[in-house]
C-alpha cells in the first residue's frame, strides 16, 4: 500500500496536451532579449490545437508565472505535444527512477510496479512535467475528456490549457530552483515524500489560480478545481482517489497559501527548498519547521521480527513511517473520525508481504494523550460493527463479525474479521490499546494464530515502552 502512495505521490504533477503543427499557421515571433525561449516539438497526434498555438500560449503565460511566483524561468521548458501513451511511458521512467534510487526495491518488482501505475494513472494526465527530463508534456485530450466529465463548454478549452501551462511552469520553476529530484531522492520516508508530494502540488496550485486571477480566467479555475478534485472538503467514506486529490492539491494549496500569507513569496521559496519532512505539517502549515521525531531503531527491529511470527515461510518484509495522511486515508475509508488524526505523535509499520493476496501489516500508533487512542480504537470498532451488521443476511458471499481481543493485557481491545466464503479469503485487524500507544494487526490470508498475534503485540508494547 505504501509503495502504490509513493508512486501516486510523485507522478501526479498535472497533466497536458499534443499536437503537430499546420503549415500554414504562422511562424513564432523573433525571439528578443525579454522573450523566454519555447522549444516545442509535435508528435503524430490529431487536436485542434495545433503546437504553434500551445507555444504562443506559453509565451503568454510565462511572465505571468514568473510574476505570481516571485522568480524568473532560467530556461524556458521543451513543450512536448504527447498522447497518453508517451505521458504514461514518462510516468513510468519517472516511477522506476523513484522505486530503485528512493526505496531500494528489487529491480524485477520496482518494474512491476512502476508499469502498473504508469498503466493506472498515466491516461489521466492533461499535463505533466518530467522532473527526470525537464520536459512540459501537454495532452489536449487529457484536458477534453475532464471537460467532458464535469460538462465544461467547448470554449472553456483554451482557457484550461493556459491554466494547465501555468500549472506545469510552476514545477519547472520548483525544479530549476529546488531540484525536485534531488528533494525525493533525500526524503527520509515515504510520509516525507508525501509531504513534498503535497507542498510542490500545492504551490503549483496556489500558482495557477492567482494566474488564473489577474488574467480573467475566474471560469476555468473553478472548473480546474473540479477537475483536480480538490473542490470537497475529506469526508467520511470518500473515494480514495478522492482522498487523494482533496488532501494533495486541496489541503496542499491551503500550506503554501498559509505560507504566502505569512512571509510572501521569500517565505514560499524558503518551504520550497527545505520542504516539510512530515504530513502533519500540510493539516498544520505553523509546524513547518519543527523537527520530525525519528522512531527508535530498536523498536524497529522488534516490530519487524514481531510481524515475522504472523507471516509465512518467505514472504517478503518492508516496513516505513506512518503519518497524518496514512492516518487519516485509514480513517476516512472505514467511515470514521478523521480529525483523530490530528492527535497523532507518530507511527510505524512493519509489513509481510505472501503475494497478490496475502499479507500481514504491524502497526503502532502513538497518540498525543490516551483519549485520541482510544477513540481511534473505538471509531475504527464501531465502524466495523456497522459494515458486519450491513452484510449479515444480505450477502451469502460474505461473513463478518466484530467482537474483543482478550489475550492481551489491553485498555481497549477489539478486533474484527471478515471471510469471503467463494474464494475462502480471510482478512482480520485487531486493535490493541495501552496508555496513548495502539498497536493495529492488519491480516488478509496471513496463517497467524490468536496465540501468535497475543505475543506479536506483547513484544511491540514492550519494545516500545523502552
Not at 489577474?214 to 475529506?234: C, H, K, S, W
Request: proline share 5%; charged share 25%; with cysteine.
Amino acid at each position: 500500500m505504501m509503495r502504490a502512495a509513493i508512486s501516486a505521490a510523485m507522478s501526479a504533477l498535472l497533466a497536458l496536451a499534443a499536437a503537430p503543427a499546420r503549415a500554414d499557421e504562422p511562424a513564432l515571433p523573433p525571439l528578443t532579449d525579454d522573450a523566454p525561449l519555447v522549444r516545442w516539438r509535435a508528435h503524430d497526434v490529431p487536436s485542434e490545437v495545433s503546437a504553434t498555438e500551445l507555444a504562443w500560449m506559453a509565451r503568454e503565460v510565462a511572465p505571468v508565472v514568473e510574476r505570481v511566483a516571485g522568480r524568473k524561468l532560467t530556461e524556458m521548458p521543451e513543450i512536448v505535444l504527447a498522447s497518453p501513451e508517451r505521458i504514461s511511458e514518462v510516468v513510468y521512467q519517472e516511477q522506476l527512477d523513484l522505486l530503485l534510487h528512493s526505496e531500494g526495491a528489487d529491480p524485477a518488482e520496482a518494474e512491476r510496479t512502476a508499469r502498473r501505475t504508469a498503466r493506472d494513472v498515466g491516461g489521466a494526465f492533461a499535463g505533466k512535467y518530467g522532473f527526470i527530463d525537464h520536459k512540459l508534456y501537454v495532452s489536449v485530450d487529457g484536458v477534453e475528456r475532464s471537460m467532458l466529465l464535469e460538462g465544461a463548454p467547448e470554449w472553456l478549452l483554451r482557457p484550461l490549457l493556459r491554466l494547465t501551462i501555468a500549472h506545469e511552469l510552476a514545477h519547472a520553476l520548483q525544479d530549476q530552483y529546488t531540484d525536485l529530484a534531488t528533494l525525493v531522492h533525500q526524503a527520509p520516508t515515504a510520509d516525507a515524500i508525501m509531504a513534498i508530494n503535497c507542498t510542490v502540488e500545492g504551490h503549483a496550485v496556489w500558482v495557477h489560480e492567482q494566474v488564473g486571477a489577474q488574467t480573467g480566467l475566474g471560469e476555468a479555475v473553478a472548473y480546474m478545481e473540479r477537475m483536480l478534485g480538490y473542490d470537497q472538503p475529506i469526508r467520511r467514506r470518500m473515494d480514495p482517489d478522492g482522498f487523494y486529490h482533496a488532501y494533495v492539491y486541496g489541503l496542499g494549496r491551503d500550506f503554501v497559501a498559509w505560507q504566502a500569507e505569512a512571509g510572501g513569496t521569500q517565505r514560499v521559496w524558503r518551504v520550497l527548498a527545505a520542504p516539510p519532512m512530515a504530513t502533519s505539517s500540510i493539516v498544520k502549515p505553523a509546524r513547518w519547521e519543527e523537527p520530525v521525531d525519528e522512531v527508535d531503531p530498536l523498536l524497529k527491529r522488534a516490530m519487524r521480527r514481531a510481524s515475522k511470527r504472523l507471516g509465512g515461510k518467505g514472504w517478503l518484509a518492508a516496513d516505513a513511517a506512518m503519518g497524518d495522511y496514512d492516518v487519516r486515508n485509514q480513517l476516512v475509508r472505514a467511515g470514521a473520525d478523521s480529525d483523530i488524526a490530528d492527535q497523532l505523535d507518530m507511527g510505524w509499520n512493519s509489513r509481510l508481504v505472501g503475494g497478490a493476496m496475502a499479507g500481514v501489516e504491524l502497526q503502532l500508533l502513538r497518540f498525543k494523550t490516551q483519549a485520541a487512542a482510544l477513540a481511534f480504537v473505538d471509531d475504527m470498532r464501531a465502524q466495523a460493527d456497522r459494515q458486519a451488521r450491513m452484510v449479515r443476511g444480505d450477502d451469502p458471499f460474505i461473513r463478518a463479525a466484530t467482537g474483543p481481543f482478550d489475550r492481551v493485557q489491553a485498555d481497549r481491545a477489539a478486533r474484527e474479521a471478515v471471510m469471503l466464503t467463494l474464494g475462502q479469503d480471510r482478512l482480520g485487524r485487531v486493535w490493541v490499546v495501552r496508555g496513548s500507544d495502539v498497536v493495529q494487526v492488519v491480516m488478509v490470508n496471513a496463517p497467524a494464530t490468536d496465540r501468535a498475534l497475543a505475543g506479536s503485540i506483547e513484544q511491540v508494547f514492550r519494545s516500545a515502552k523502552r
